[in-house]
């Protein structure tokens, strides 16, 4: 079949012709290996030759409501394929910015939750033409979408647009009827409706395009790449690269695979939370190349002195699902809880989702792998009781005078909150409420010390020869009294790892941020979404201030039937010593109104400074975003038309 351009594919949507198949007929009635469902069937009399196969007219698309009524005021029309609006728009303002808020504010949403798509199938001996639906099953997983938000709080004005940079990946999927992921388990509960053979094709690749590895985990101003004074913005998934967007008209630029920065920068997943640290300039991230009974996690930093990068350590732990890790002055810390790949890693390697393929063990410990930046090399682990963070976040780290280190979560218990994020479970009323998070804090004492103890501990193994070793083993089974000779042998448990102490934990918030300035540092406060008292639990419905000293009561925005997405903090660009100076920005869905608008509060106690209304409603979201301050008089400039591709990507798929 010729491909079809997408100007073609976006006519045929909107004058609901469906896109001819070219896909073997099967019989009405057989249960295809499949998790697409039927939303639409050509009438009985509009049968066609199997040699001359025609467009059929399809009912109009129809988003999901679950069990709901659309007359219902719920959440639920925020989780719906997305419109985007890439003409930019000005936007009328309820309020006042504060004069300093100038900038881009960029934030990702899903775009698209289902796509359609034509099959051909056989009614009493006669071929036609039905649509189905390809659905994705868990909030996490979409086809992104970008907003762009354009502040310029001098003259109280904001413009909007929003565009969908992985145009390729929903073509694609109308092709294949499913979803072909490039990355082993880059879902988290999707059937993606392939054949075991064709995800296992799939995910044999070393490296995803950009346009099928729908990168919507994360968007960020990367200063190391933007170094030379392109203006480029990037989001990131869990795959091994990132996608280059330009800043002014939001089209894709290229595509960035960490191992083609640095061949070092080894594996097919990474973190789509890379850190930046102001003071050395440096880009931290690490990739994880799977093995088959453990992983190996790749640390490394980009800056703009060392553009292909360095290798900073590498650290040996089982195979799981990080999400994010810590980064202080002096160290790094990676948090592998026991969300481990199950039946050997086949499931994982073979491209079922993550909740399918992982298993969380809750009698194993959580481990902490503390990484010097300064000697480049792991030195310490820790371990606590089991806990989940895999899918979610870390708030902050930081150290103290007696060289401690602390590190605070927004945490669970179990994966149960996974579960309940799945589409199926959010439309479903008899689901229970939302797991609440706990903020939690943990100590890793004497980080230093520990390290020398097990340094002290492997030179001595490495110099006792296997006599010594038998003497030890002697001595210790012995049941006569010591004899007083000294053997060259390390007490028993002299290797034995450290606790990872919980000093503190609160009610807390998901999507956690704090104010940029204090990221590795000491600090007072974090904003993030809650869940009200008073609310259902079926999704987040406030933002809160939480204070993480003392026993201070969290500061809540909280309106009825309105559900915020991640409330991003913004300093002003004069340093205040008043941590919480400044504003949180999020974009909010009124459930009665059946619209979204952007809100700007005041960080300090939450009251409302102004908000704008949005041209379209856009989905929750449950990525993170950035605010790029700055001169907005250039940007939001129109892209080429709809259709427009890279040679690069019109190849192959």
């Not at 082993?184 to 993606?192: C, E, K, L, V």
């Not at 553009?307 to 002096?330: D, E, M, Q, W, Y």
């Amino acid at each position: 079949m010729e491909e079809l351009s997408e100007v073609e594919v976006i006519q045929m949507e909107d004058s609901q012709i469906v896109v001819p198949a070219t896909s073997t007929l099967i019989e009405v009635g057989d249960a295809p290996n499949t998790a697409a469902t039927t939303t639409a069937h050509s009438a009985h009399g509009d049968h066609m030759e199997q040699s001359a196969v025609l467009p059929t007219t399809a009912s109009p698309p129809k988003a999901p409501t679950g069990p709901f009524d659309d007359e219902e005021v719920t959440f639920h029309k925020a989780l719906r394929n997305a419109t985007s609006t890439e003409i930019p728009k000005a936007l009328a303002i309820q309020g006042i910015l504060p004069d300093w808020l100038t900038g881009f504010h960029y934030t990702l949403s899903p775009g698209v939750f289902e796509v359609k798509y034509p099959k051909m199938v056989v009614v009493d001996g006669e071929s036609q033409q039905e649509t189905r639906t390809f659905s994705f099953g868990h909030w996490f997983d979409n086809i992104p979408q970008v907003n762009q938000f354009a502040f310029s709080g001098a003259d109280n004005t904001l413009k909007y647009r929003s565009v969908k940079p992985a145009h390729r990946a929903e073509i694609k999927i109308r092709e294949h009827q499913g979803y072909l992921p490039s990355q082993p388990s880059s879902i988290f509960r999707t059937d993606t409706n392939q054949s075991m053979f064709a995800r296992l094709l799939s995910t044999s690749q070393t490296q995803g395009k950009p346009s099928l590895e729908p990168c919507g985990a994360s968007i960020e101003v990367m200063p190391p790449f933007n170094a030379d004074g392109r203006r480029t913005i990037y989001c990131q998934n869990y795959a091994n690269h990132v996608l280059e967007l330009n800043a002014d008209t939001l089209e894709k630029s290229g595509i960035l695979a960490w191992d083609e920065v640095n061949s070092q920068f080894k594996g097919s997943h990474a973190s789509p939370h890379s850190h930046f640290d102001p003071v050395t300039n440096e880009l931290i991230n690490f990739t994880m190349e799977h093995g088959f009974q453990n992983t190996q996690y790749h640390f490394f930093s980009i800056s703009e002195k060392e553009p292909h990068g360095s290798l900073i350590a590498s650290v040996n732990a089982k195979a799981s699902h990080v999400h994010s890790f810590a980064v202080t002055p002096r160290y790094i810390i990676l948090v592998v809880s026991p969300l481990n790949a199950s039946d050997g890693g086949v499931k994982y390697s073979w491209g079922t989702s993550i909740l399918d393929a992982f298993t969380f063990k809750r009698s194993e410990p959580t481990y902490f792998y503390v990484i010097s930046r300064v000697k480049r090399r792991h030195i310490s682990t820790f371990k606590s009781e089991a806990f989940f963070l895999q899918v979610f976040h870390h708030v902050n780290a930081f150290e103290d005078a007696a060289d401690n280190v602390y590190l605070d979560f927004s945490l669970y218990t179990d994966d149960s909150i996974a579960h309940q994020l799945t589409l199926s479970a959010l439309f479903d009323r008899s689901s229970s409420p939302l797991t609440r998070p706990e903020f939690c804090r943990f100590e890793l004492a004497n980080v230093q010390a520990e390290a020398q103890r097990l340094e002290n501990y492997n030179a001595a193994i490495a110099n006792t020869g296997p006599v010594d070793k038998l003497r030890g083993l002697m001595r210790r089974v012995s049941f006569g009294s010591h004899t007083g000779a000294d053997y060259s042998v390390p007490e028993k448990n002299s290797n034995a790892t450290p606790l990872a102490t919980r000093v503190r934990s609160i009610a807390g918030v998901e999507m956690p941020r704090i104010n940029p300035i204090y990221h590795g540092l000491d600090y007072k406060y974090t904003w993030g979404v809650g869940l009200t008292e008073q609310g259902d639990g079926d999704m987040y419905d406030c933002i809160m201030k939480l204070h993480v000293k003392g026993d201070a009561e969290p500061t809540v925005w909280h309106k009825k039937n309105c559900y915020p997405s991640e409330a991003i903090f913004v300093p002003p660009p004069v340093f205040d010593q008043n941590e919480d100076a400044g504003v949180v920005i999020s974009v909010v869905y009124d459930a009665e109104a059946n619209n979204s608008f952007v809100l700007v509060l005041d960080a300090k106690d939450l009251t409302e400074k102004a908000r704008a209304v949005l041209p379209e409603v856009v989905p929750l979201s449950f990525t993170n975003g950035c605010f790029a301050p700055g001169d907005v008089s250039r940007g939001m400039l129109e892209a080429h038309a709809p259709g427009h591709f890279d040679e690069e990507e019109e190849d192959d798929d």
